[in-house]
């Protein structure tokens, strides 16, 4: 079981720099693999990045490559997600999420998930 709590979403302006963090608890974060998600409201949750459980290997999605880093800290337990260059586009509530085998882009695959933090950005 693992408890996961983002954070540092808000405000921003289009061409802006926000880091948001997901915090986790309980079980060995080292053994899962990490992804970050985003929603809008009547959409479907979209995968924004994902990171295997050392750090090795990463995937993004198209919309957000060259933009953004997932990047994470066994030693914290918690992941980050870099976002530069942001755009209104990017506006959403944005979820971490854990998974004990791999980094999917399927969201329906994760085993946990926050309960994400909304980013806002304005043109």
């Known amino acids: 079981q693992v408890l996961l709590v983002e954070s540092g979403g808000g405000l921003v302006q289009a061409g802006g720099s926000l880091r948001l963090s997901c915090a986790a608890s309980?079980?060995?974060?080292?053994?899962?693999?990490m992804g970050w998600f985003r929603q809008d409201p009547g959409k479907e949750r979209e995968f924004v990045a994902g990171?295997?459980?050392?750090?090795?290997?990463?995937d993004y999605a198209n919309s957000v490559r060259g933009r953004f880093t997932i990047s994470r800290d066994n030693a914290k337990s918690t992941v980050y997600l870099q976002m530069s260059s942001l755009k209104p586009e990017d506006t959403a509530v944005y979820y971490c999420?854990?998974?004990?085998?791999?980094?999917?882009?399927?969201?329906?695959?994760?085993?946990?998930w926050g309960q994400g933090t909304q980013v806002t950005v304005s043109s």
């Open positions: 999420a854990a998974d004990s085998t791999y980094y999917y882009s399927d969201y329906t695959e994760y085993d946990f």
């Open positions: 309980g079980d060995d974060f080292s053994y899962y693999s």
């Open positions: 990171i295997s459980w050392s750090g090795s290997t990463t």
